[in-house]
């Protein structure tokens, strides 16, 4: 099996390592193989609507051919899961975003999860999730630590500090909120999770790792996506997207 991974961002090859990290936290059939890709163009944040418009094209033209490539499926590497349903749209292999996984599988585990982010300004990304779904009386609530986040480096060298001020979060939201599941906000946020879950006895679920499971689980079992949900596009504009990106990348 052959995933591609779809990261948001323009990367440097050590910094794509970060997020290639995140596949030590599991243990996978040698015959599984993972590809990162990093966008050609994108947003240098997600703070904002004019972000997540900009992340969608991005991440759309970066995974769009994925199945003429060999892919047997995608993964998109943002709980934003930007570009999810355009790609859905083009490609008939199954396309995952750790955020709609997330929840979903938190409502498996619990009756209310709470969302653990670095930013308040990433709360929209959720809540265009949560609204979709129909689950707002599923979400305990959403903690940010208000530290800025670096989707470069992730959390590296930045422990000591970080932390604690996610594990204080963690520990709110189950006390204060009544939390029965924790999803950290965002896959740039699996570095913290192995000290988190130490610490804490309710699930805490790394969205990233838990997103390529759920690939291959379903590519498994022989499904995908519906096409009544996701309908093919009447004219295809493959080319077109194609010809922006690399007239931006000029």
């Avoid at 965002?186 to 838990?210: E, R």
Wanted: proline fraction near 5%; hydrophobic fraction near 40%; glycine fraction near 6%.
């Amino acid at each position: 099996m052959k995933i591609l991974v779809v990261v948001p961002f323009k990367m440097s090859p050590e910094n794509l390592e970060l997020r290639k990290s995140q596949l030590l936290a599991l243990k996978l059939d040698a015959s599984i193989h993972f590809e990162y890709r990093s966008v050609k163009m994108g947003p240098v944040n997600y703070s904002s609507y004019h972000d997540f418009v900009l992340a969608d094209v991005g991440i759309f033209e970066a995974a769009c051919r994925a199945d003429r490539e060999g892919f047997d499926a995608v993964c998109i590497d943002t709980m934003s899961d930007s570009g999810v349903s355009a790609l859905r749209s083009v490609l008939n292999i199954p396309v995952i975003g750790p955020g709609r996984t997330a929840m979903l599988s938190a409502l498996m585990l619990g009756d209310k999860f709470s969302i653990i982010t670095m930013v308040n300004r990433w709360k929209p990304l959720y809540k265009k999730t949560i609204d979709e779904l129909g689950i707002h009386a599923k979400c305990a609530s959403v903690r940010s630590i208000e530290m800025p986040a670096d989707n470069q480096s992730l959390l590296s060298g930045k422990e000591e500090e970080v932390f604690p001020m996610l594990l204080k979060a963690c520990e709110q939201a189950v006390t204060i909120d009544g939390a029965d599941v924790l999803i950290l906000g965002s896959t740039t946020m699996h570095q913290s999770h192995a000290y988190l879950q130490q610490h804490i006895k309710v699930p805490i679920i790394n969205p990233g790792p838990l997103s390529y499971l759920q690939a291959i689980t379903i590519y498994q079992a022989k499904l995908t996506h519906s096409i009544n949900a996701y309908p093919k596009p009447m004219h295809s504009q493959l080319e077109m997207f194609e010809k922006m990106v690399k007239g931006l990348n000029q």
